[in-house]
């Protein structure tokens, strides 16, 4: 959970800067200060690519 919608969005943006897609859930789909980011991951990421998103989740500040 990120919490505002600019902060959000702006994680959004940073992690798409480092080749990950990661979408800011904004309101209506949830209350007001709870925004966040949903990542999915399946069957067809490797390790690797599970590094390379932990990576990009530490710029995420």
């Known amino acids: 959970m ?3 919608e600019r ?4 994680a959004s943006e940073v992690l798409k800067d ?4 990661a979408r800011a859930i ?4 949830v209350p007001p ?3 966040r980011i949903r ?3 399946c069957a067809g990421h490797s390790p690797a690519d599970l590094e390379i998103v932990a990576a990009a989740l530490e710029q995420v500040s």
């Open 7 to 10: 902060e959000a969005l702006r």
């Open 18 to 21: 480092h080749g990950v897609l």
């Open 33 to 35: 200060g709870t925004c």
């Open 2 to 4: 990120i919490g505002g």
């Open 26 to 29: 904004r309101p209506p789909s």
């Open 39 to 41: 990542l999915t991951a």
